[in-house]
DNA sequence: TAGGACTGGGGTAATTGGGGTG
DNA sequence: CGTGTCCCAATTACCCCAGTCC
């Protein structure tokens, strides 16, 4: 079980939806897209310009 | 795949906001946060700094 | 290609945090 | 000692619509 130590800056993580990231905090998209502008979250892009979290992050700050 | 390490303390819980669990003891918000502010309650932080409650811990002092 | 669902923006109301005071 | 209330600043929610996803 290792999977939430060695990496934070790779790309081999599960990635989660606004919509998915703003029900576990119980807020609404439109914050977590503020707190991705913030600087708060590293989203990863897709090239279309939308944003996907990694679950590794979220699962961390939500605690 | 696990994502919430089998803790009962930690993520895998509705979340709810001051209000609903002002409404639900009959108090104000303030008075919620209070309780929060004492360790009376365990809540989880949105990236802003605000509260979110978790529902089971709620429905367990509401007995 | 068409279509429904979701997301990224922006603007404006509502909620929350914190301190201080009855 | 616990709670309700008033204040202010910060954060968040809800509204719109154009663009993206699947």
Known sequence: ???GQDRMDNDNDQLMTP???AEAFRVDTATVTRWARAGLLNPVFTLGGHRRYRA????????
Chains 1, 2 share one sequence.
């Not at 590794?56 to 605690?63: C, T």
């Open 1 to 3: 079980m290792r999977w």
């Open 56 to 63: 590794s992050e979220i699962s961390d700050r939500l605690r």
């Open 19 to 21: 919509a998915e990231v």
